[in-house]
């Protein structure tokens, strides 16, 4: 992946967090009618004087290199290519939980184009 297109990857989770900070409405059904609130309630937002009281920092951001990344799908059986991703995201993991501050939470964000050529998208072969 490049780096123009990892850029953009770790804008969308920014701004998806960023859009999640304040009060989020549920919008509108196919009929552009407001959705029952009963049913479907403000989500209350992500800051910490409200809501879930929990606060989301994106303080460390770790890149699986491309060329790992591709040797680890290069295996014909898709288990092996399964177990190959799953060891570079592990390995990262590692790295990560013998950092400090340890993170509390982890999003792994994995393209469309890497899921399907490591073939994780459910499909058995």
Known sequence: ???KSWLLVKHA???YFQSCWESVKPGLNSREKAFDVLCFPD???LKSDRGFRAEFK???V???PLEKFRMSVKPLKAYEKLKGVVELVDKQLEM???AE???DVVLIV????WRMAARLSGHPS
């Open 1 to 3: 992946m490049s780096a």
């Open 62 to 64: 770790r890149d699986i």
């Open 110 to 113: 994995l393209p469309n184009r």
């Open 96 to 98: 990560m939980k013998a």
């Open 13 to 15: 989770v920014s701004w």
């Open 101 to 103: 501050p340890v993170p």
């Open 43 to 45: 989500f209350p937002g």
């Open 58 to 60: 994106i303080e460390t």
